[in-house]
Nanobody
Framework: QVQLVESGGGLVQRGGSLRLSCAAS????????MRWYRQAPEKQRELVAA???????NYADSVRGRFTISRDNAKNTVYLQMDSLMPEDTAVYYC?????????????WGQGTQVTVSS
């Protein structure tokens, strides 16, 4: 069974920084694109950032220049460095990944980690 486990969320003041991590474990052959989504109360889940297996990143306009996505393929881990945080970044952040297992491609989600930015 595959698990994606996020960590690193918490409470931070406006302008502060947090670093989220998401580690994939289980019987994984390889991982394609890894992503971070977020969902604020009463809002739809939105894509924040994605990174391909080759390390090419993409960002939502709302976070470009403030957030940095990276990955360590040897550790099956993706990171999200969040700087210059604003109250509107407050949300539950979810890790998502396309995983190859036994010849089949799966899309898996983590359980989420809360990020709260105070003003």
């Amino acid at each position: 069974q595959v698990q994606l486990v996020e960590s690193g969320g918490g409470l931070v003041q406006r302008g502060g920084s947090l670093r989220l991590s998401c580690a994939a474990s289980g019987n994984i052959f390889s991982i394609n694109t890894m992503r971070w989504y977020r969902q604020a109360p009463e809002k739809q889940r939105e894509l924040v950032a994605a990174i391909t297996s080759g390390g090419k990143p993409n960002y939502a306009d709302s976070v470009r220049g403030r957030f940095t996505i990276s990955r360590d393929n040897a550790k099956n881990t993706v990171y999200l460095q969040m700087d210059s945080l604003m109250p509107e970044d407050t949300a539950v952040y979810y890790c998502n990944a396309d995983l190859w297992r036994v010849g089949t491609l799966y899309n898996s989600w983590g359980q989420g980690t809360q990020v709260t930015v105070s003003s």
